[in-house]
């Protein structure tokens, strides 16, 4: 049975899954920040996927990657599986611009993370879970 690992359960807000993926807001302001984890147990790697959840990684990454950059206006997309720190596969979904507190920096590190008022949180996560409103898109209520 799958089991988020309880770090990122602490640094994120749950938004919604896709067929393969949880998405998670990470919990910084500074930043358009998401993690999409393959709902699979004992995954730390992508090519530890099968074939067909590869396949289907791809296409959500790229899904929320299109959807978030329309939704803020971004100039680029930071994508990242790093797991240095936890294990679990998760892959970071960052939204750049150049008004944004590191650019062009990469954004670990560059400055500390901004936590979210309650509502300036409401509208974030509002905003994304519309961005990625289809079929396919399953929101956290």
């Given amino acids: 049975m799958f089991e988020l690992d ?3 359960e602490n640094d994120c807000v749950w938004l919604g899954s896709l067929s393969l993926c949880r998405i998670l807001l990470m919990k910084d302001a500074n930043y358009p920040w998401v993690l ?3 709902q699979r147990t004992g995954v730390n790697e992508i090519f530890q996927l099968d074939s067909d959840d590869q396949e ?3 296409w959500e990454s790229s899904f929320v990657s299109e959807r978030l950059m ?3 206006n971004g100039i680029k997309m930071n994508i990242a599986a790093l797991g240095n720190v936890v294990p679990q596969l998760h892959i970071h979904h960052v939204v750049r611009s150049d008004s944004d507190p590191s650019w062009p ?3 670990w590190g560059a400055v500390p993370p901004k936590a ?4 300036s949180l409401a509208e974030r996560i509002e905003t994304i879970q519309a961005a990625l409103q289809t079929s396919a898109f ?3 209520v």
């Fill in 56 to 58: 289907q990684l791809v």
């Fill in 105 to 107: 920096n990469p954004v």
């Fill in 36 to 38: 999409l984890v393959p």
């Fill in 6 to 8: 309880y770090r990122l």
């Fill in 138 to 140: 399953v929101p956290k």
């Fill in 116 to 119: 979210y008022t309650a509502h």
């Fill in 70 to 72: 329309k939704a803020f």
